[in-house]
Every structure is written in structure tokens, then in C-alpha cells.
């Protein structure tokens, strides 16, 4: 499959060596992965991915690669996408939003119902991007999903992830919210609240938490305990994310409210 767009962007799947080397590249150098560290996603499982009909995308400003997303078939007929990354350099032009649109097109012409994907819940740049943009639906809250990770965006602590799910079906994004209403279950000094049973609630994200984490990993930390408790815990509760805000909170309904 092969997309062509504005500003001389092109979106396509990659194969052979040699490309898959340049998203390699490419790849460590988003997550700032220096010698030593692991990198987002090895080269021989990208290498792996692309023979056996799983899904390795590039995005293209003309001749160079500017982005990429690796991903491979999973139950539910899902494509789930593992990793995606953009260059510091072309990030604002709407490349993520184009290798998501290209991978949601991909599993579609191969009759797959959804895109999924995991983001860590504390990037509020990512929560808006995928829930209010996309339009992408909260599955689940997962505790410490990968373990530990090392490297230039991850501190080495828990890494809890929401998994979502994005239909490939056409399905309008959320309406815009202000986020005005419900009871805040995590405030803006991470602190959870003892709110069990309201019908709307609502929790807040630090504004970056990647440069929080490296001038107070202390302050990151308690926000990411506290956005366990309540976020995670409203959704054992049975509670649903209905939208997330740009101001930065998550949205919650109780039951199957959206």
C-alpha cells in the first residue's frame, strides 16, 4: 500500500534489509537509545514482521524517513501496532496521524476489524492524541505492562500502559469536552480522592511528565502511583473512559455511559 500526501509525504510499507535498517535507526534515535540500552523493538523482529505478513510502515518527506510503526497480527482479528515513532524534526506536520491512518487502512484491506495499541497513560500529549483525535476506545488499565524500561523516555519504573483499541470501521472521533464537570479522582497534585460511586469522574495528567521524570523523579513517581490508583481503579470499578481534554484529564463515565 502506498499513500501519498501533502508536503510531499508518502506512507508505505517497508521491506528488504537495508530499509528496515534505516527504521531501526530511526527508531532508537526517537527513544534517544543509547549503546547498551534496548531499543523500541529489535531489528531481526521488524525484519521478522515484514516476511510473515505482519505490518512495518514508513513515512517519507520526500526521500528521507521521517517516521515508523511496526506492528502484527493478533487475536479478535486485530493488527495491534507495537511501536510507532516521528522524528523530532517533522513532529507538528501530521505524520503520527498519517501512519496510524495508513495502518488502519492496512488492516481493513486485509479484513481485520481494529488497530490496537498501548500508550503510557501519564503523556498527555498521547492520551488527547489517540482518545480525542482518533478517537481510539480504553480497553484496559495494565499495571507495569513491559516491566522496567531503561532508556531516554522511560525511567526505568513501572511501565503501566492503557490499551485501546481503534475500530476500522468509520467511527467519529468524540466531541470536544471541557472537562468541567465530574469529581476529580487524581487533582492536579496527584492526590486521589475517595469518590467511589459518582457517575462522572475525572483524572488529571502532569502537563510533560518526560521532562517532570528527569528533574523530579520523585514527583513523576507519585504521579504515576496516583494515576494507577485512580485511574486504573475507576475502570476496575467498571467505570469507561468517555474523552480526554486538552487541559489533560481523562474522562470517566460509570458503567456503559460514553
Not at 497513560?121 to 480497553?139: C, E, I
Not at 459518582?198 to 513523576?220: G, I
Amino acid at each position: 500500500m502506498l499513500w501519498t500526501m501533502a508536503e510531499h509525504l508518502t506512507i508505505r510499507s517497508i521491506h528488504g534489509t537495508a530499509a528496515l535498517e534505516r527504521a531501526d535507526r530511526l527508531l532508537r534515535e526517537v527513544w534517544r537509545t543509547s549503546r547498551g540500552e534496548d531499543p523500541p523493538i529489535p531489528l531481526d523482529l521488524m525484519c521478522a514482521f515484514a516476511h510473515t505478513g505482519g505490518y512495518v510502515g514508513g513515512a517519507f518527506l520526500d526521500d528521507e524517513l521521517v517516521g515508523a510503526a511496526a506492528g502484527f497480527l493478533a487475536a479478535g482479528r486485530t493488527l495491534h501496532s507495537h511501536v510507532a515513532g516521528v522524528s523530532a524534526l517533522a513532529r507538528g506536520r501530521g505524520v503520527g496521524r498519517a501512519l496510524k491512518d495508513h495502518q488502519r487502512a492496512w488492516a481493513a484491506e486485509r479484513g481485520l476489524d481494529a488497530v490496537s495499541w498501548t500508550f503510557d497513560p501519564l503523556v498527555r500529549r498521547n492520551a488527547y492524541f489517540n482518545l480525542s483525535r482518533l478517537g481510539a476506545r480504553v480497553g484496559a488499565y495494565l499495571p507495569d505492562f513491559y516491566g522496567p524500561m531503561s532508556d531516554g523516555i522511560n525511567d526505568g519504573g513501572p511501565s503501566d500502559r492503557l490499551f485501546v483499541t481503534w475500530p476500522t470501521q468509520e467511527s467519529p472521533a468524540p466531541a470536544p469536552v471541557s472537562g468541567d464537570e465530574g469529581i476529580d479522582v487524581v487533582t492536579g497534585t496527584g492526590v486521589v480522592c475517595a469518590a467511589r460511586n459518582a457517575p462522572l469522574l475525572r483524572c488529571a495528567t502532569p502537563p510533560d511528565v518526560e521532562s517532570l521524570r528527569a528533574a523530579d523523579p520523585r514527583a513523576a513517581r507519585r504521579w504515576r502511583e496516583a494515576l494507577a490508583e485512580g485511574l486504573g481503579g475507576a475502570l476496575e470499578r467498571g467505570y469507561r473512559v468517555t474523552g480526554f481534554t486538552r487541559s489533560g484529564w481523562y474522562l470517566l463515565a460509570r458503567g456503559g455511559a460514553a
